[in-house]
């Protein structure tokens, strides 16, 4: 079993920046896939960036391409996302994933390991 726990998250000033981390334990090991969603209320679960085991095959959703840098630290089983310029309406819910196979899935039924979340507001 894999567990995926998100930290980072608070509030700041519409155009600050974030990082957020992702702590990997468990079987850690098997995951080489990870990646962040967010989902505000009452909205689906929204794609924002996926990184591989090697760190350096990475992808965004469109509103993020050129603010957020998704980036990992193999050695430590985390994974960051920096968040540049950000924008009231990204004032959600931050989610860490995980899967056991390596590739850029943008979908979050593709998978198969999730945090809790951690909450990100934007005041404007």
């Known amino acids: 079993q894999v567990q995926l726990v998100e930290s980072g998250g608070g509030l700041v000033q519409a155009g600050d920046s974030l990082r957020l981390s992702c702590a990997a334990s468990?079987?850690?090991?098997?995951?080489?896939?990870m990646a962040w969603f967010r989902q505000a209320p009452e909205k689906e679960r929204e794609f924002v960036a996926a990184?591989?085991?090697?760190?350096?095959?990475?992808g965004y959703g469109d509103s993020v391409k050129g603010r957020f840098t998704i980036s990992r630290d193999n050695a430590k089983n985390t994974v960051h996302l920096q968040m540049n310029s950000l924008k009231p309406g990204e004032a959600d819910v931050y989610y860490c994933?995980?899967?056991?196979?390596?590739?850029?899935?943008?979908?979050?039924?593709?998978?198969?390991?999730w945090g809790q979340g951690t909450q990100v507001t934007v005041s404007s």
């Open positions: 468990g079987r850690a090991g098997i995951v080489f896939a």
């Open positions: 990184i591989g085991y090697n760190g350096r095959n990475t």
């Open positions: 994933a995980g899967k056991t196979d390596n590739g850029l899935g943008t979908s979050e039924s593709w998978y198969d390991y």
